[in-house]
């Protein structure tokens, strides 16, 4: 062997050399990587915006990949638990799914009955009811007699929602007064309050709802539940 061949030989084993130590120092960075990073864990995002107080499925998350260690505690793994769950706020599209984001939803509870009436969109929802919150429900008649004056009357006294519908445009003609849009609003009430529910909407000029503060429990006092124009006087 001259010293030519001896030269690329030596030269060869330097290749080898260089190479596997930046193989090493390869396997150095990846294993330093993953000793910060950690296994990855399935976790879920909205493929869309999510409006608030909607009814939660499957269909409406991805499936992704993240490092366990910079998943939060809150954060979903299981799409099996979102039977019967609601949004509890606006979800946008991308955000990763978070157990604090849903509730149960409201359900019936022992002799409650669900009833549900349409009301004026404009006028009666302004849309700031969803499910779980409490309404008085506030329907107006006219006067028996000519003579007699209309009146007001709060017909239930924390009515308590279940479920929003989707607004709706109303068939119209030219001799029926009334909103041209309404929601449908599920109530869950006891045996006399759907009564009188069911006989507002069918008598009643109009029905109406009244948002009540988070946390109040007491109703309205009989004077304040009838209301005339004649009683300010």
Same mark, same amino acid.
């Given at each position: 062997m001259n010293s030519r061949q001896r030269r690329g030989v030596i030269l060869l084993l330097?290749?080898?050399?260089?190479?596997?130590?930046?193989?090493?120092?390869?396997?150095?960075?990846i294993g330093d990587v993953n000793s910060k990073v950690g296994s990855e864990v399935v976790?879920?995002?909205a493929k869309a915006d999510?409006?608030?107080?909607?009814?939660?499925s499957a269909g409406q998350f991805e499936e992704i990949s993240i490092p366990r260690r910079w998943l939060s505690e809150t954060a979903v793994t299981d799409l099996g638990g979102l $039977?019967? $769950?609601?949004?509890?706020?606006?979800? $946008? $599209?991308?955000s990763l799914l978070q157990t604090d984001m849903y509730v149960d939803k409201p359900q019936l509870q022992p002799g409650e009955q669900e009833i549900a009436i349409m009301i004026d969109a404009a006028t009666g929802v302004a849309g700031k009811i969803h499910?779980?919150?409490?309404v008085n429900i506030i329907a107006t008649f006219k006067g028996a007699k000519e003579s007699d004056p209309s009146r007001?009357?709060?017909?239930?006294?924390?009515?308590?929602?279940i479920n929003v519908g989707k607004l709706t445009a109303l068939d119209k003609d030219s001799d029926r007064k009334g909103p041209a849009e309404a929601v449908p609003i599920t109530f869950a009430l006891n045996t006399k309050d759907t009564q009188r529910v069911a006989y507002a909407e069918s008598f009643a000029e109009h029905v109406r709802l009244a948002l009540v503060?988070?946390?109040?429990?007491?109703?309205?006092?009989?004077?304040?539940?009838?209301?005339?124009?004649?009683?300010?006087?």
């Open positions: 330097l290749s080898v050399l260089c190479a596997l130590a930046a193989f090493g120092g390869v396997l150095v960075v976790a879920y995002r999510i409006a608030p107080y909607s009814p939660l $039977k019967d $769950k609601i949004a509890l706020t606006t979800l $946008k $599209k991308g499910s779980g919150a409490k007001s009357v709060i017909i239930v006294a924390n009515a308590r929602v503060a988070p946390g109040t429990d007491s109703a309205p006092s009989a004077a304040d539940r009838s209301y005339t124009l004649d009683g300010d006087k």
